[in-house]
């Protein structure tokens, strides 16, 4: 089956960071590239980046350069991404999305709440 | 950079049709053929329904079909059914900032009457 399965919610404090998990199958892992993407409660959604799965370097939005880290594990088909220096716009729901020019196949999402 | 410009709400009866539009710039919409249309039901995870400006994917309902003019890309659904009703959103190649960044719009609700 193909899919993309995201790890749990997540509870931080300000400052903090959070790793989010998503882990491929069904599929050839590094056929493909790997979005992610936020949404805000209530709000759009927001590109934070993208991270070729067989190891060319990553590219984020300008609003996350210097707080986001992706990174890809091909041993287990998987796709990390790290928020540094949380504060309380960061409360999210945060989803992984396969695809280049376009995002076909999606993870559920990662709920993250930044509070204190 | 700001994200592409969409009506934040758009509304019709059953059977009828709708047009969102999504306005960007020369770096993002009108520079390349990369524009995708998202649906998003709510609590849910967001689902192609078209890419490269006017491309469905399988399974989509030829319902929906996308264009671009310029700076600005268009999504329409005929024969609009309550099934419909959701939250939609483009997405852009741009080059805005650097290579291989997107951009997406704000979103539009569209409600079935």
């Known amino acids: 089956q193909v899919q993309l399965v995201q790890s749990g919610a997540e509870v931080k404090k300000p400052g903090a960071s959070v790793k989010v998990s998503c882990k491929a199958s069904g599929y050839t892992f590094t056929s493909d590239y790997m979005h992610w993407v936020r949404q805000a409660p209530g709000q759009g959604l927001e590109w934070m980046g993208i991270i070729s799965p067989w190891g060319a370097p990553p590219t984020y939005a300008q609003e996350f350069q210097g707080r986001v880290i992706m990174t890809s594990d091909t041993s287990t088909s998987t796709v990390y991404m790290e928020l540094s220096n949380l504060r309380s716009e960061d409360t999210a729901v945060y989803y992984c999305?396969?695809?280049?020019?376009?995002?076909?196949?999606w993870g559920k999402g990662t709920t993250v709440t930044v509070s204190s | 950079q700001s994200a592409l410009t969409q009506p934040a709400s758009v509304s019709a009866s059953p059977g009828q049709s709708i047009t969102i539009s999504c306005t960007g710039t020369?770096?993002?919409?009108?520079?390349?053929?990369?524009v995708s249309w998202y649906q998003q039901h709510p609590g849910k995870a967001p689902k192609v329904m078209i890419y490269d400006v006017d491309n469905r994917p399988s399974g989509v309902s030829n319902r929906f079909s996308g264009s671009k003019y310029g700076n600005t890309a268009s999504l329409t659904i005929s024969g609009l059914q309550a099934e419909d009703e959701a939250d939609y959103y483009c997405c852009s190649y741009s080059s805005y900032t650097s290579s291989r960044t997107r951009v997406f719009g704000g979103g539009t609700r569209v409600t079935v009457l």
């Open positions: 999305a396969r695809g280049s020019q376009y995002m076909d196949l």
């Open positions: 020369s770096s993002d919409v009108g520079g390349y053929n990369y």
